[in-house]
């Protein structure tokens, strides 16, 4: 029997239903016979149908897996983001700390140079005071020794 049949029997039964005065359109039908042709709609539903109801099911599970899928892509993709941000600035602190240790090697070497010159200015300015002592010595040494050779010459 198909349901248009059955959906007929059971339109059929609540018109040879007896009415209840004064309850508005109310009446009595027999439960079990209701009973037995809703029983019979379902048996007879068509496959469509429950296809349908299948299909509406695995729906809801695939759009609650999506979802769950897409927030585990969410998360991993803010974690990654998270971690391209702190390796930037891993590598901005990097690049600032090599800035400034390159600053100090070039005040260190600046400095390094003029100790270096002060102190071959220092060794050239005492090179310098030694050589003028040693030149002034030779001088009087010199000049004593002219005097010296004048002077032998008058005894003569």
Do not use: Y
């Amino acid at each position: 029997m198909s349901i248009e049949e059955i959906l007929d029997q059971l339109d059929e039964l609540i018109d040879r239903s007896w009415s209840l005065p004064l309850t508005g359109g109310r009446c009595v039908v027999d439960a079990d016979k209701v009973r037995e042709l809703l029983d019979d709609v379902r048996l007879n539903m068509p496959t469509e149908i429950r296809q349908a109801q299948s299909i509406v099911a695995d729906r809801t599970e695939i759009i609650n897996n999506a979802k769950k899928e897409a927030e585990t892509i969410i998360a991993r993709a803010e974690k990654r983001a998270a971690a391209l941000v702190d390796q930037e600035e891993i590598v901005r602190q990097s690049k600032n700390k090599a800035a400034e240790i390159a600053q100090q090697a070039q005040q260190q070497s600046r400095e390094m140079r003029q100790s270096a010159k002060d102190f071959v200015d220092n060794i050239l300015k005492n090179t310098e005071e030694t050589l003028a002592a040693s030149l002034n010595e030779v001088k009087g040494t010199r000049s004593a020794f002219r005097q010296q050779q004048q002077q032998p010459s008058s005894k003569q």
